[in-house]
């Protein structure tokens, strides 16, 4: 038996790309053969596109789409136990952010998405209906059911700052599923790991703007960055963030670059959203208030850290 084991292979890495959500999602994982390592990586991309079919607001038929379809109803709607595990998160996140993170702001996401074609802002009539339709307190949770109802007609739920960061846990534990116990799943800045056999996970989290690149070192967790480094619109000499404020529904213009640890990948990246609208200071108030968070906050060319941020990081100068 001793002999057997010592003579098994050491794991090799294997990297994996593949498109789901709008972005590339990429997988780090170690294996003791290629073959082992693609099929855990194909059932985990798999995983990422069953999530993506239940939860985009962009596919008419998904299940966040048909539940959004039933607004107006005065008739709970009974969901997946998956979406109303990720709607309760956005409903906390939302709650502790006071009001900063806000998942019924979909009919504002989709006239800013009408925005960035056009380059010219949504028209002022059209933002005051979309409030009309939105906020977390027209729509309600039925616990006993598992269902919900959307109060106004036209409301529409968006989950861009929430399903990423879902999508990426859930593919890490179907890796583990899979025998993969070494593994880092990186959804376009959301990324879950599991323990490196070796050494430790080398995170970049350089911003643009900033003259210097940092690394955080971690061995397991979450990290979700969010900002409008890459996503955003120019008008009128403005820029505007693809990140709503949910309390003026217009495009987040403050020059903000959030990075956030945690145990799990759906909640550093709901907080980064939400700290992102939040602006450094409120941001960190929140951020020292919850346990096993620490945040890196970007802004106007200002570096804010919360508590223990700077002893998982490295900075190199460009």
Not at 83 to 93: E, Q, R
Not at 125 to 139: F, Y
Not at 151 to 167: S, T, V
Request: hydrophobic share 40%; net charge positive.
């Amino acid at each position: 038996m001793l002999a057997s084991s010592a003579c098994q292979p050491e794991p090799q890495l294997y990297s994996f790309k593949s498109r789901h959500m709008g972005v590339d999602f990429r997988i780090d994982l170690f294996a003791a053969d290629s073959k082992k390592a693609q099929s855990a990586a194909n059932a985990a991309f798999a995983r990422v596109a069953e999530i993506d079919a239940a939860m985009s607001d962009y596919k008419v038929d998904s299940e966040l789409s048909q539940l959004s379809k039933s607004s107006g109803s005065s008739k709970p709607i009974q969901v997946s136990q998956e979406l109303w595990t990720v709607l309760n998160k956005a409903k906390n996140i939302h709650r502790l952010s006071s009001g900063a993170f806000d998942v019924s702001f979909g009919a504002h996401a989709l006239l800013w998405r009408r925005a960035r074609f056009a380059q010219s802002l949504p028209p002022s009539r059209s933002l005051a209906r979309a409030r009309e339709k939105s906020g977390m307190g027209h729509l309600l949770f039925h616990p006993a059911t598992r269902s919900l109802t959307l109060k106004p007609k036209g409301m529409r739920l968006d989950l861009g700052g929430i399903a990423k960061g879902y999508a990426a846990d859930q593919a890490l534990a179907t890796l583990q599923s899979q025998g993969i116990n070494h593994a880092l799943v990186d959804g376009s800045g959301d990324m879950a790991m599991t323990k490196h056999p070796y050494s430790q996970w080398k995170i970049f989290i350089s911003d643009k703007e900033d003259q210097t690149d940092k690394f955080i070192h971690m061995q397991r967790g979450a990290v979700a960055t969010s900002g409008d480094s890459y996503q955003f619109i120019e008008i009128n000499n403005n820029r505007y963030s693809h990140i709503i404020d949910p309390r003026t529904g217009i495009g987040v213009t403050n020059r903000c670059r959030v990075t956030i640890i945690a145990a799990d990948a759906m909640t550093a990246d709901s907080l980064a959203s939400a700290v992102t609208v939040m602006g450094p200071n409120q941001g960190l108030q929140l951020i020292e208030s919850l346990p096993d968070v620490e945040a890196l906050i970007v802004a106007s060319g200002k570096t804010y850290q919360s508590t223990n941020f700077p002893r998982l990081i490295q900075t190199h100068q460009n």
